[in-house]
Every structure is written in structure tokens, then in C-alpha cells.
């Protein structure tokens, strides 16, 4: 049996860190929704309008609410991240680039819709997105270090 790549100890830290930041957030995004969206911490005129683009046609996916959807791809990226997760099977590895590239590709499709649909921008929803583009680039470096790729120093 093959052992799989060694993985930086940063990467674990820093992935697993940035797995449990998108769970707080999502999980605050799904509070509000099913409570009261105008509740959220965040501005609600002009350009930043996080109760526009949370209560917003588009804040729905079949009837299921995004942040619920985050949520839910938040937990399933904690538990793809968590240490022992680094050092699992190589389809573990697959799945965890898959999941977390799906994350990003999402907040491109989420940042178009936010600025050309909504003509808004919710400060919540963006730091939900800077959290998924920065866990694909951990996923993506660890996994380049771990092959040998960039010397585990640089």
C-alpha cells in the first residue's frame, strides 16, 4: 500500500480554520433567514444591502434558501478538512478538491448574480465567499506541496 502525501501542517490549520469560519458564517446567514433578515449586522442602503440580496428572489436555489446550502457545503468541507481527513484515502483527496472547487465556482455564479441581478452586495455573503475561494487555494497549494510540486518551504 501507496502512503498517501504528506501534507503541511499549515494546511490542516489553515483549511480546517477556514472550514469552521464558513460554518459561523453560514449558520448566522440561516439564522436570519429564518428569522428576521433585516437583524443582520450589516448596512441596508446603497450599494452594501444585506437584507436586498438575503430576501432577494435569487437567495433561493428549488426552494431550498442559499445559506442553507452553504451550511451544509460549510460542514461537508469541515469534515473533508479535519486533520486525520489530510491523510485518508486518495478518493478522500478528490472529493475534497471537488467540493471545495464547487464552492468556489459558486461564488462566481453568487458575485454575478449579487452585482448584475440584485444590484447589491451583502457583506455576510462576501465573507462567506472570500472563505470558499481561500479554502480551494489551501486545498490547492497542499495539495501541490504534498506532491513534491513547490518545495514544502516556499
Known sequence: MI??????????VASL??????????????????????????PDTGIVNCELVT??????????????????WAIVMTALTIPWAWSGPAWVDRVRLAVSGAGATMVLYLIYVELFRIGAICLWCTAMHVTA?????????????ARGTIPSGA
Do not use: E, M, N, Q
Open 55 to 72: 430576501t432577494s428572489s435569487w437567495s433561493v436555489l428549488l426552494g431550498v434558501p442559499l445559506a442553507v446550502l452553504g451550511l451544509v
Open 133 to 145: 475561494v481561500c479554502l480551494l487555494a489551501v486545498v490547492l497549494v497542499a495539495r501541490t506541496t
Open 17 to 42: 480554520g477556514l472550514s469552521l469560519a464558513a460554518v459561523a458564517i453560514a449558520s448566522y446567514l440561516t439564522v436570519a433567514h429564518y428569522t428576521d433578515p433585516a437583524a443582520l449586522a450589516c
Open 3 to 12: 502512503a498517501p502525501p504528506r501534507v503541511a501542517g499549515w494546511a490542516k
